[in-house]
């Protein structure tokens, strides 16, 4: 005798129509997860939740960016605000205080963002924690696609005006070694990976972790998962600002850069 799942087979009733409409959806949200994956790495006793995050900057293909959130595209805000989070490392500081800028720069070119750096410029933090924002490759686009979104085709393949990153890790700040043209060159081709170390200022040294490895072809849609995934590891965080008035001194930076 037939069981019952066997008659259930025999039978093959119509299947409801709502199935089909759901099939898209439920392949796309598929896709999207294996495009996206995430590590996460806190030192002990870090506490994420109400962080005020100063930005130091961003690094683009191994170089830092002095162009802001501009260098990541038009449409990717800073996390933990609706508006792009003031930078220590930009325009705006070069113009304004260029002997300490300009000695940043220097260290930056020579050694990448490194603990002691971040150690040296934490006074002028209004934060408790110091962000950097590290991001390599591009989104690829699917083959035969001419164009991709307006935020991709903004991203260029390597940083703007700065330095290299130096040495690193994630004692270190989380610096890699500085990018080379061949290597600008051929950023387009990496993987897309975009991540996000923070430094204690308190404890004078980095402690957490956030990264992002992205096999999809859409960089809005990339940006808007990492600030998502950021928001809900560090709950209740926002962007705090930097106060440059007399708080670190450049002959520091210089000193720390000939050692």
């Not at 609706?82 to 260290?107: H, K």
Request: net charge positive; aromatic share 8%.
């Amino acid at each position: 005798m037939p069981t019952t799942l066997g008659k259930w087979r025999n039978a093959n009733p119509p299947k409801p129509s709502w199935l089909f409409a759901a099939l898209p959806l439920v392949l796309g949200l598929s896709a999207c997860a294996e495009a996206t994956t995430f590590q996460v790495h806190y030192e002990p006793g870090f506490v994420r939740n109400g962080k005020r995050v100063s930005t130091f900057g961003i690094k683009r293909d191994g170089v830092m960016s002095r162009s802001g959130w501009a260098v990541l595209g038009p449409y990717a805000s800073g996390p933990f605000s609706d508006t792009r989070c003031e930078l220590g490392y930009s325009d705006e500081v070069f113009g304004s205080i260029p002997a300490l800028a300009e000695a940043m720069g220097e260290y930056v070119r020579a050694n990448g963002v490194t603990d002691e750096l971040l150690a040296k410029l934490a006074p002028a933090a209004k934060g408790d924690t110091i962000m950097l924002v590290t991001v390599t490759g591009r989104p690829h686009r699917p083959s035969g696609e001419i164009g991709g979104s307006a935020a991709q085709r903004a991203m260029p393949a390597g940083g703007a005006r700065g330095g290299g990153m130096g040495r690193g890790g994630m004692g270190r700040g989380g610096g890699g070694g500085r990018a080379t043209s061949s290597e600008s060159s051929s950023a387009s081709n990496d993987p897309f990976e975009i991540s996000a170390s923070f430094f204690s200022v308190e404890q004078h040294r980095t402690v957490a972790r956030v990264q992002m490895n992205y096999a999809g072809s859409d960089i809005d849609l990339a940006m808007r998962e990492f600030n998502d995934r950021l928001e809900a590891e560090l709950r209740g965080s926002r962007c705090s600002g930097w106060d440059w008035s007399g708080s670190v001194d450049d002959k520091a930076i210089r000193k720390l850069t000939a050692q």
